[in-house]
């Protein structure tokens, strides 16, 4: 339940929480309460401008949490009424892929592999519609698809001391058989340099839009503001697979590692990030 700032869930384990205050079109400091033991965690939440989407990130037991929820994209959104038009969205750090304090600047990547790289260009996530195509639905051959694109880029140093990264996600909407819900999905392809006399870093990975209990993927009630990828996708017969990314470097030991990245816009977003 999201109400007046709060939002109060029951967790799959039976724990309660409660977050609070979330404020409509900022960022700012929130606490997680477990009303039964009284514990509390410190973190941060940022809420879409209209309230209808947010997300949050604390420690609790030197474990990073992650929250999100909002009101789902109603109905009639999907209904094939939107023009040809291009949306502008912008893809959030995932607080438990930072380094210390130094957050995530490339989406997709892990600390470690890039992900906090200086100097990253980072363009918006891109939303394609084609005039009067349903959003996401599958059941007609001429309907054109909502496509999405964003891509990173980072160049740091000369000679032996230059780093670099640069990743590319493409995906489309599209309607989940096993929910009857739109959801989107694509890869993520990048590579790292993580010095210039080292191998490069393949990073390879799906994406998919991540479903709140009651499997809904896109919230923003009449319009679309706001949604989260993580790593998992779905493969060519529309079946959803759990997955993990992978960054792998030749002669060296493949890694996989998972990412929440939160996704907003649309509709006024006050693009402040998360600190």
Known sequence: MLQNGTFDALLDNGAQI??????????????VTNPITGATAAGTATMTSDGNFFYATDRWLGFTEFYFGGVPVNQSFYAGNLPAQITAFQVQPDGALAAGSQAQTIPFLPSNFGGTMPNASVSNLYLATGVNSPFGSNASSNFVSPKLLQASLAVNGQGANQTSALVVTTGNFFTYTGTGMVAAAG???????????????????????????????????????????????????????????????????????AFNQPVCGGSGFLDSGIS
């Open 187 to 257: 890869p993520v392809r990048g590579t790292v340099m993580l010095n210039a006399t080292s191998p490069p870093v393949h990073i390879g990975s799906g994406i998919a839009t991540v479903p709140d209990g009651n499997g809904n993927n896109l919230f923003g009630g009449n319009t679309l503001s706001g949604f989260v990828l993580d790593q998992n996708q779905y493969d060519f017969n529309g079946t959803y697979v759990p997955s993990t990314a992978s960054a792998a470097q030749f002669g060296a030991t493949t890694v996989n590692y």
């Open 18 to 31: 409660i977050l609070s205050p979330l404020t409509p079109g900022s960022t700012n400091a929130v606490t």
